[in-house]
C-alpha cells in the first residue's frame, strides 16, 4: 500500500507524474503536501479522479492497479532468467554456431 511516508519521499516531478496519472486535478499547481494529501485521497477512493480529455491518455486510475501492476512486475522478476542462466544459454548457443562454422569449413574443404 503507498503510505504518505513513501509519497513523501518522491521528488516533487514524480508526484505530479502520479498525480496526474491518478487524476488529481492540476497537480502541477499543487504544493507537494496538497498533493500527496490528494493523491493519497483518490487511491484510496475518498475522493473521485479528475480527468480532461486533453492530452496524454491516463493509465493508472486507482490504487488496486497500482498494487495490481506491482504484483504483476514481481512475477515476471520471478519468471526472468539470472545473469548466469543468462551465460549458460548464451556459451550454449556460442557451442552450437561454432559446430555448425565447423561443419560448414568441412565441406568447403571437400
Known amino acids: ?5 513513501y509519497l513523501s519521499k518522491m ?3 514524480a508526484l505530479r507524474e502520479l498525480g496526474s496519472n491518478v487524476g488529481v486535478k492540476a497537480p502541477t499547481s499543487l504544493k507537494k503536501s496538497v498533493l500527496i494529501e490528494e493523491i493519497l ?5 475518498q475522493k473521485e479522479p479528475s480527468f480532461s480529455n486533453y492530452g496524454r491518455p ?7 492497479e497500482i498494487e495490481g501492476l506491482k504484483e ?6 520471478k519468471k526472468s532468467p539470472t ?4 551465460e549458460t544459454r548464451l556459451d550454449r548457443a ?4 561454432k559446430e555448425v562454422i565447423v561443419q560448414i569449413l568441412h565441406k568447403i574443404e571437400k
Do not use: F, Y
Open 1 to 5: 500500500m503507498i503510505t504518505k511516508a
Open 11 to 13: 521528488n516533487l516531478t
Open 41 to 45: 485521497l483518490i487511491l484510496n477512493n
Open 58 to 64: 491516463k493509465m493508472i486510475s486507482n490504487l488496486a
Open 72 to 77: 504483476e512486475l514481481l512475477e515476471r522478476a
Open 83 to 86: 545473469a548466469s542462466e543468462l
Open 94 to 97: 556460442l557451442s552450437e554456431i
